[in-house]
């Protein structure tokens, strides 16, 4: 089986009840009201030993300043659903073609806590891709390996007080990459999918 097909495979397996997949509650911030629909890309390069492309966002953004994270961004109203959005995002973030991506599926939708529903899209790319960086939104692109970011063992609990409530993150730490917050969490979710996919 190829890549993509042993993924598609896995991601639409049939699962189980547990463990329970990650979400925040975003009810309780000044976000409120309806979550605000957004879309990632988890591309795969398609390798012996497959790797993850994530981006490292600028520090002058107004949101998630210097953070690793997908490829995305909200779902536009001309956008024709989560996978366009995308797949645009991509295009525009880090000059991915979207004729290059062999989409697999969706992932498990992703609530933040500060207001979005993010809907990860899962394909598989070439190797050895040359990206380029959108240098208002996007300061770098790496891969990480994809065994080394959905191995629990690398996926660290991390328990914090904001706003005067304890919060509950993961953390992935490769390399000189911190991968924190919304997009770890989506791996911890994408892990377990895959495990329940293998099993």
Same mark, same amino acid.
């Given at each position: 089986?190829? !890549?993509? *097909? ?7 397996? &049939?699962? #189980?009840?547990? &463990? ?7 009810? #309780? ?5 309806? &979550? ?6 988890? /591309?795969?390069?398609? +390798?012996? *030993?497959?790797? !993850? ?8 953004? +107004?949101?998630?300043? @210097?953070? $690793? /994270? %997908?490829?995305? @961004?909200?779902? #536009? ?9 995308? !797949? ?27 207001? %979005? ?6 394909? $598989? ?9 959108? &240098? @208002?939104? $996007?300061? /770098? ?6 065994? %080394? $970011? ?24 490769? @390399? ?16 377990? +999918? ?6």
């Amino acid at each position: 089986m190829t !890549l993509a *097909e042993r993924l598609r495979a896995a991601l639409h397996a &049939p699962h #189980d009840d547990g &463990p329970v997949l990650l979400t925040e509650d975003v009810r #309780d911030t000044a976000y409120g009201g309806a &979550p605000m629909p957004a879309a990632v890309l988890v /591309a795969v390069t398609d +390798r012996a *030993e497959p790797g !993850l492309i994530l981006t490292r966002r600028t520090d002058t953004l +107004r949101r998630h300043a @210097g953070q $690793v /994270a %997908f490829p995305g @961004g909200r779902i #536009d109203p001309e956008d024709d659903g989560p996978i366009a959005a995308a !797949l645009r995002e991509a295009h525009e973030e880090i000059g991915l073609r979207p004729d290059a991506v062999e989409l697999v599926g969706s992932a498990d939708l992703y609530r933040t806590i500060t207001g %979005f529903e993010v809907q990860p899209v899962v394909g $598989v790319i070439p190797p050895d891709l040359v990206f380029r960086p959108e &240098p @208002g939104e $996007v300061a /770098a692109v790496f891969e990480a390996p994809l065994a %080394f $970011v959905l191995d629990p063992a690398n996926q660290l609990q991390v328990n914090v007080e904001w706003q005067g409530r304890d919060r509950h993150y993961y953390e992935i730490m490769w @390399g000189e990459h911190r991968i924190w917050g919304a997009t770890a969490a989506m791996l911890v979710n994408l892990s377990r +999918r895959l495990k329940w996919g293998l099993a």
